[in-house]
């Protein structure tokens, strides 16, 4: 056999006598399972709550009666956020993004912006989620499996017989390496597999490819995290005097890793990217709509100006004599404008959540933690891209309703008559029934591209140290 | 098989070693006597290649050590004062697996022959290192050199904390080694035991390598005079 896989043999064989080891890698199986045990049943609570609202909420819709549509604009409906299967995996940011959002004419309600009610969503600590596990949890594990990676072999003495053998230290490195990613191996590979059968199951088979695409892709991913924190151990493990100085400096690493660097790094970006808060920001869309963007188109000269265009158009003295009902119309120019003013306030707060990120998303470059967690994020649907995108598709399709209503206004009834015209069940249907489809897996790794940089970068220099230090090791000093 | 050429160690100011010029022929056993901090593992430690020479050169089997690593390596064996072996592995598994590192192909079973031909009880063989004496551990180096076919041995104070039946064992097993052409450098402080089983001797002090001989041509008193002399000047 091999030099380097009769170490890896070896290491794996001492690992799994190592009493301390057994226990820490039955503890880390136990929380996996009871992570996906929680995640599935909290996904499994929030889908049917969800279809039940959604299915009363459509029913609602449709059964609202006989009615004005601008009434029927106002009386609005819900959409729901559906939970991605992976969310079981991932809880990311659903817990402070929310699932549902109510929609109605000439007012966005808010239900993403959570930040913006004086509380940010970058700044979480988790649930026990089996990402958290794997983010934080098992990186600890590979640190009490791998401080004693060469110090023990120094220290024992076992170093030297070693080298004796003939063996290179970059033979070592590599055996011990491939020994810890083993061990890690049969941990995460059995979980994925159940994770996506899991998935398969519970799943329509539509999203299936879907589905295995994102798994795979976690997988792939976590791996990588994985045995960047495994080469590092073996790294500083090689590099330190003692077993202790090894498990200091790993212990260290990982406290700021994976808590003082994310939790500086937010508050860093909530520091030099401060969000408005939610009664500014609510404020100065009023305001806007009300005087103007400019601030010197106030709504009533917007509404002269509409009429006039109107009145020049259909060449008639009256908006009486419109052959369409102007009230319709001017409520549905008030909308577009009023979209175009919460278009603009809502970009400068993206542009502000794209600052915040940017810092997040660079900060992966000091520490693999945050780049894992915002790509895992990803992945599972539960980021803020994602809340964002379904932001808009709500947006859209709340904007797709209440230009519905207006027009239907504008077109069958007669200006100065409210009460008296109804429309009915025949103009709900035509508001189709909300689905929400999330971006593809590529689509969402494009959007983590310095992420997924990151990471390379990590394993090149981690690779490149091991590499120098293998070279310039002896075993005596 | 061993030659140290102008051989030379130096820690900053210190010298370790100085310019040690020696040839060791195959089928001996070269001792080196010294007290501490004389250079004899330090000259150990070069032939293995574990430091580098400040100046020098140190050869096995006309290959220099530092420029055929692999090559050189694969002809020695190596036993330290304290042979240490992992604790959680049996006598057994460290030497399946020391060989295995070393090219050798022998099944278990003959590994455990060679075990028990290296005077390990038999009982042993499949206990877990943690349990056994240093004496057991040193027989499992003996094992390890024979599985093999070690041309060079290189032993820095093997018999040192054996009792005097474990140390007499080792010395037949190395005298047993030397009889299948086996080129041995063995540092330690044991008199005795260099008298008895070198075929050459040298003592080192400071770094230096004051004198060299057959064990042949002098008594066990005599050496004691000698090397007490050395120490004392």
């Given at each position: 056999?091999?030099?380097?896989?009769?170490?890896?043999?070896?290491?794996?064989?001492?690992?799994?006598?190592?009493?301390?080891?057994?226990?820490?890698?039955?503890?880390?199986?136990?929380?996996?399972?009871?992570?996906?045990?929680?995640?599935?049943?909290?996904?499994?609570?929030?889908?049917?709550?969800?279809?039940?609202?959604?299915?009363?909420?459509?029913?609602?819709?449709?059964?609202?009666?006989?009615?004005?549509?601008?009434?029927?604009?106002?009386?609005?409906?819900?959409?729901?956020?559906?939970?991605?299967?992976?969310?079981?995996?991932?809880?990311?940011?659903?817990?402070?993004?929310?699932?549902?959002?109510?929609?109605?004419?000439?007012?966005?309600?808010?239900?993403?912006?959570?930040?913006?009610?004086?509380?940010?969503?970058?700044?979480?600590?988790?649930?026990?989620?089996?990402?958290?596990?794997?983010?934080?949890?098992?990186?600890?594990?590979?640190?009490?499996?791998?401080?004693?990676?060469?110090?023990?072999?120094?220290?024992?003495?076992?170093?030297?017989?070693?080298?004796?053998?003939?063996?290179?230290?970059?033979?070592?490195?590599?055996?011990?390496?491939?020994?810890?990613?083993?061990?890690?191996?049969?941990?995460?590979?059995?979980?994925?597999?159940?994770?996506?059968?899991?998935?398969?199951?519970?799943?329509?088979?539509?999203?299936?490819?879907?589905?295995?695409?994102?798994?795979?892709?976690?997988?792939?991913?976590?791996?990588?995290?994985?045995?960047?924190?495994?080469?590092?151990?073996?790294?500083?493990?090689?590099?330190?005097?003692?077993?202790?100085?090894?498990?200091?400096?790993?212990?260290?690493?990982?406290?700021?890793?994976?808590?003082?660097?994310?939790?500086?790094?937010?508050?860093?970006?909530?520091?030099?990217?401060?969000?408005?808060?939610?009664?500014?920001?609510?404020?100065?869309?009023?305001?806007?709509?009300?005087?103007?963007?400019?601030?010197?188109?106030?709504?009533?000269?917007?509404?002269?100006?509409?009429k006039k265009e109107y009145l020049q158009h259909y060449k008639v003295d009256s908006i009486?004599k419109l052959p369409?009902?102007?009230?319709?119309?001017?409520?549905?120019?008030?909308?577009?404008?009023?979209?175009?003013?919460?278009?603009?306030?809502?970009?400068?707060?993206?542009?502000?959540?794209?600052?915040?990120?940017?810092?997040?998303?660079?900060?992966?470059?000091?520490?693999?933690?945050?780049?894992?967690?915002?790509?895992?994020?990803?992945?599972?649907?539960?980021?803020?891209?994602?809340?964002?995108?379904?932001?808009?598709?709500?947006?859209?399709?709340?904007?797709?309703?209440?230009?519905?209503?207006?027009?239907?206004?504008?077109?069958?009834?007669?200006?100065?008559?409210?009460?008296?015209?109804?429309?009915?069940?025949?103009?709900?249907?035509?508001?189709?029934?909300?689905?929400?489809?999330?971006?593809?897996?590529?689509?969402?790794?494009?959007?983590?591209?310095?992420?997924?940089?990151?990471?390379?970068?990590?394993?090149?220099?981690?690779?490149?140290?091991?590499?120098?230090?293998?070279?310039?090791?002896?075993?005596?000093? | 098989?061993?030659?140290?050429?102008?051989?030379?160690?130096?820690?900053?100011?210190?010298?370790?070693?100085?310019?040690?010029?020696?040839?060791?022929?195959?089928?001996?056993?070269?001792?080196?006597?010294?007290?501490?901090?004389?250079?004899?593992?330090?000259?150990?430690?070069?032939?293995?290649?574990?430091?580098?020479?400040?100046?020098?050169?140190?050869?096995?089997?006309?290959?220099?050590?530092?420029?055929?690593?692999?090559?050189?390596?694969?002809?020695?064996?190596?036993?330290?004062?304290?042979?240490?072996?992992?604790?959680?592995?049996?006598?057994?598994?460290?030497?399946?697996?020391?060989?295995?590192?070393?090219?050798?192909?022998?099944?278990?079973?003959?590994?455990?022959?060679?075990?028990?031909?290296?005077?390990?009880?038999?009982?042993?063989?499949?206990?877990?290192?943690?349990?056994?004496?240093?004496?057991?551990?040193?027989?499992?180096?003996?094992?390890?050199?024979?599985?093999?076919?070690?041309?060079?041995?290189?032993?820095?104070?093997?018999?040192?904390?054996?009792?005097?039946?474990?140390?007499?064992?080792?010395?037949?097993?190395?005298?047993?080694?030397?009889?299948?052409?086996?080129?041995?450098?063995?540092?330690?402080?044991?008199?005795?035991?260099?008298?008895?089983?070198?075929?050459?001797?040298?003592?080192?002090?400071?770094?230096?390598?004051?004198?060299?001989?057959?064990?042949?041509?002098?008594?066990?008193?005599?050496?004691?005079?000698?090397?007490?002399?050395?120490?004392?000047?």
């Amino acid at each position: 056999m091999n030099g380097v896989l009769l170490i890896a043999k070896k290491e794996i064989q001492i690992a799994l006598r190592k009493k301390l080891i057994a226990a820490l890698a039955i503890v880390i199986m136990g929380l996996l399972s009871i992570a996906l045990y929680t995640g599935y049943v909290a996904y499994n609570q929030q889908r049917a709550i969800i279809e039940q609202a959604k299915h009363e909420n459509r029913t609602e819709w449709l059964e609202q009666g006989d009615k004005h549509p601008h009434i029927a604009a106002h009386y609005g409906t819900f959409v729901f956020k559906p939970k991605t299967i992976l969310s079981l995996f991932d809880f990311g940011l659903d817990t402070y993004t929310g699932t549902s959002v109510y929609l109605e004419a000439h007012y966005q309600h808010e239900f993403m912006f959570r930040p913006a009610q004086d509380h940010s969503s970058m700044i979480r600590f988790g649930e026990l989620s089996a990402a958290m596990v794997f983010q934080i949890l098992i990186p600890l594990l590979i640190i009490f499996l791998a401080f004693t990676a060469f110090t023990e072999e120094r220290e024992n003495g076992t170093l030297k017989l070693l080298i004796s053998q003939g063996v290179s230290y970059s033979s070592i490195v590599k055996g011990k390496i491939i020994a810890y990613v083993s061990i890690l191996f049969a941990i995460v590979i059995p979980f994925f597999v159940i994770a996506f059968i899991l998935s398969t199951v519970i799943t329509d088979s539509g999203s299936i490819p879907d589905v295995g695409l994102r798994v795979l892709f976690l997988l792939i991913v976590y791996v990588v995290y994985l045995s960047i924190f495994v080469a590092f151990s073996v790294w500083v493990s090689m590099q330190s005097s003692t077993g202790r100085n090894a498990l200091l400096t790993l212990l260290t690493c990982w406290i700021l890793f994976t808590i003082i660097i994310p939790k500086t790094t937010a508050n860093f970006g909530e520091s030099f990217y401060p969000l408005p808060s939610m009664k500014i920001y609510r404020e100065a869309i009023q305001k806007d709509i009300r005087e103007g963007l400019d601030g010197k188109n106030p709504k009533i000269a917007r509404e002269q100006q509409l009429k006039k265009e109107y009145l020049q158009h259909y060449k008639v003295d009256s908006i009486h004599k419109l052959p369409l009902n102007f009230e319709g119309m001017r409520m549905q120019a008030g909308e577009d404008y009023g979209n175009k003013v919460y278009d603009v306030h809502w970009q400068r707060l993206i542009d502000i959540f794209n600052h915040q990120n940017r810092i997040s998303s660079l900060s992966s470059f000091i520490t693999p933690y945050l780049a894992v967690r915002n790509v895992s994020m990803g992945l599972a649907a539960t980021d803020l891209n994602t809340s964002i995108h379904f932001q808009k598709v709500t947006e859209n399709y709340r904007r797709e309703l209440v230009r519905k209503m207006n027009l239907d206004m504008a077109q069958n009834s007669k200006y100065g008559e409210f009460y008296e015209y109804k429309a009915d069940k025949n103009l709900w249907k035509t508001v189709k029934d909300f689905h929400y489809k999330t971006m593809s897996a590529y689509e969402i790794l494009s959007q983590y591209l310095i992420e997924l940089l990151s990471l390379c970068c990590w394993g090149l220099v981690i690779f490149f140290l091991l590499n120098y230090s293998s070279h310039k090791k002896k075993p005596v000093l | 098989m061993l030659e140290a050429i102008d051989l030379t160690k130096k820690y900053g100011d210190f010298t370790a070693l100085k310019s040690l010029n020696l040839t060791i022929k195959e089928g001996e056993i070269f001792c080196l006597l010294g007290a501490n901090g004389a250079g004899k593992s330090t000259t150990i430690n070069l032939f293995l290649n574990f430091i580098d020479a400040t100046h020098g050169q140190a050869m096995i089997n006309n290959m220099d050590v530092t420029m055929h690593v692999k090559e050189t390596k694969q002809l020695l064996s190596y036993i330290p004062e304290n042979l240490m072996l992992y604790k959680n592995l049996t006598g057994l598994e460290n030497l399946h697996f020391f060989c295995g590192l070393g090219g050798g192909n022998q099944n278990k079973s003959e590994l455990e022959e060679l075990l028990i031909q290296s005077g390990l009880q038999k009982d042993f063989i499949r206990k877990r290192v943690s349990s056994y004496s240093k004496g057991m551990r040193q027989k499992v180096g003996i094992a390890l050199a024979r599985a093999r076919g070690a041309k060079v041995l290189l032993l820095d104070e093997p018999t040192s904390g054996l009792d005097p039946k474990a140390s007499n064992e080792f010395s037949e097993l190395l005298l047993h080694m030397k009889e299948r052409g086996v080129t041995t450098l063995m540092a330690t402080h044991d008199l005795f035991r260099a008298k008895d089983t070198g075929t050459h001797i040298g003592i080192m002090k400071e770094g230096a390598l004051l004198e060299k001989f057959e064990s042949k041509d002098v008594s066990f008193q005599d050496l004691e005079k000698m090397y007490l002399k050395h120490m004392h000047n």
